[in-house]
């Protein structure tokens, strides 16, 4: 049997005994809804059934919890578990289009996954559809991957788009993983028009999201066969081509199924950071953690980097002026502790502006001054990686470095803003638009220092906080 969650988070979302799931976010006025999976984990990761909790928040730090919203049917319904989908708005009514799930209905020789419908017109209170939409798998697609439904409204062709992720045949070995698409006048009579793209690169996409920034259309995917990451592509049409930017992930291996939602303002992602397997830092990743906020922003030439939450960095108060720091190093490596008892929880920032000779620096935390171990943030300048490891990782064998990695691509002699967030053991990182989350378990010390090799490195306006004021 699963222990039950030992929640120690005091910045980020995880109700008390659960782990979250796949995010299914719309806002409002200021509002975000966060309608969610949560997994009690009685029997193991995704083993017992579940419906969507909601949850909701103007700021990122309070929250207002509702429970199950959308209750989950009987062990005989198509909806035994409710798998991902999509809530928005349209004639008046919220509408929910979500993924049914029955593990026993393979054995009968149904399909396990189909879609279905509800409606609400307070967000809390939901009525199934009597006819229940079902759009089942099309012939030649795999009945056990149909799933994940995205609706929006096409101004262009004046009609509604959904969008799902789906392969084509039963073997996963095959990379067939494909966005499949209907169309709809009115929400109730759908068409399938086949494959909305088609790339042959991944066994299967999940929580595919398709929104509009500026002249420009991306679209949002996670995929778990190659690099289990959530990327984007862009385009100028909803027909494509959808062009792949060079830096094409939102985050690393440690953050999944992220959607967005906007509030009128601003853009913000919602995706979970996983746990390990007996909470230990060389076991895999499991399936469900801890709900993880970042802000979505467009660049100066259309492509998409992510920031923190504002208001998350704001409640850090009575922080603590580090002033100036210069280290320089000649052909050898240079340490200075900032902090020496930082807690489980608390926030870094700081300008920073390295030379032209700089190798790479680093950030390390919960270092142990005795045997100098660490989990370390290190910006490798040379091969242009943002990295999280252990240091030193001997007898580790590299094993943080399962995709706790990050393209990089820094200018000498230039300010950038670094801000570090950690809630206990989920670790988050920000420079230049790029983000690194993390989860880790085994605290070797309290310490917070920096490094830099073969160059010279300087922090000015540094701060740091471990007072959390919700």
């Not at 809530?87 to 289009?97: C, D, L, P, R, S």
């Not at 002699?413 to 053991?425: A, E």
Request: charged content about 25%; some cysteine; overall charge neutral.
């Amino acid at each position: 049997m699963e222990k039950k969650a030992t929640n120690k988070h005091e910045i980020y979302y995880q109700p008390k005994d659960v782990w979250v799931g796949d995010i299914m976010p719309y806002a409002k006025d200021g509002k975000f809804y966060i309608y969610h999976q949560r997994d009690e984990r009685i029997n193991g990761p995704i083993t017992d059934p579940f419906g969507w909790s909601l949850a909701t928040t103007t700021d990122f730090v309070h929250y207002q919890d509702f429970g199950e919203v959308l209750k989950r049917g009987s062990d005989q319904d198509w909806d035994q578990f409710i798998y991902a989908g999509s809530v928005f708005e349209a004639k008046g009514t919220i509408h929910a289009f979500y993924t049914g799930y029955n593990k026993e209905f393979l054995k009968a020789n149904k399909p396990s996954q189909i879609l279905l419908h509800a409606t609400s017109n307070d967000f809390v209170h939901w009525t199934k559809s009597a006819n229940a939409l079902q759009l089942k798998p099309q012939p030649g697609y795999d009945d056990r991957n149909w799933r994940d439904p995205a609706v929006i409204w096409d101004e262009e062709n004046q009609e509604y788009l959904l969008i799902l992720g789906a392969r084509k045949g039963q073997d996963k070995h095959r990379l067939t993983g494909r966005l499949v698409k209907y169309t709809s006048p009115d929400l109730t009579n759908w068409q399938f028009k086949g494959d909305f793209w088609a790339p042959n690169l991944y066994t299967m996409f999940e929580m595919p999201q398709l929104f509009k920034m500026g002249d420009w259309w991306y679209l949002i995917y996670s995929e778990y066969s190659v690099k289990n990451k959530v990327f984007y592509r862009m385009s100028k049409s909803l027909s494509g081509p959808w062009l792949k930017p060079k830096d094409e992930a939102f985050d690393g291996r440690a953050y999944y199924a992220a959607r967005t939602a906007f509030d009128g303002k601003r853009r913000v992602l919602f995706g979970w950071v996983p746990t390990k397997k007996a909470n230990d830092d060389m076991n895999n990743y499991e399936w469900g953690g801890t709900f993880v906020p970042q802000e979505i922003y467009q660049r100066s030439d259309n492509t998409l980097g992510v920031r923190p939450i504002e208001e998350i960095c704001a409640a850090f108060s009575s922080r603590k002026k580090l002033g100036n720091q210069e280290l320089t190093a000649v052909d050898t490596l240079k340490k200075q502790v900032l902090i020496h008892n930082t807690g489980e929880h608390f926030y870094f920032h700081s300008t920073i502006n390295f030379d032209e000779t700089v190798s790479d620096f680093s950030i390390r935390l919960y270092q142990n001054p005795a045997t100098d171990e660490s989990y370390e943030f290190r910006f490798n300048l040379d091969e242009g990686q943002l990295t999280l490891d252990k240091n030193p990782c001997y007898r580790w064998y590299q094993m943080m470095d399962k995709g706790l990695n990050r393209p990089i691509k820094l200018k000498a002699n230039h300010d950038y803003d670094l801000k570090l967030i950690v809630d206990d053991n989920i670790l988050t990182i920000y420079l230049d638009g790029v983000a690194l989350n993390a989860r880790v378990y085994h605290k070797f010390g309290r310490e917070l220092a920096i490094t830099v090799t073969n160059g010279r490195l300087k922090l000015r306006q540094s701060e740091f906080s471990n007072d959390y004021q919700k």
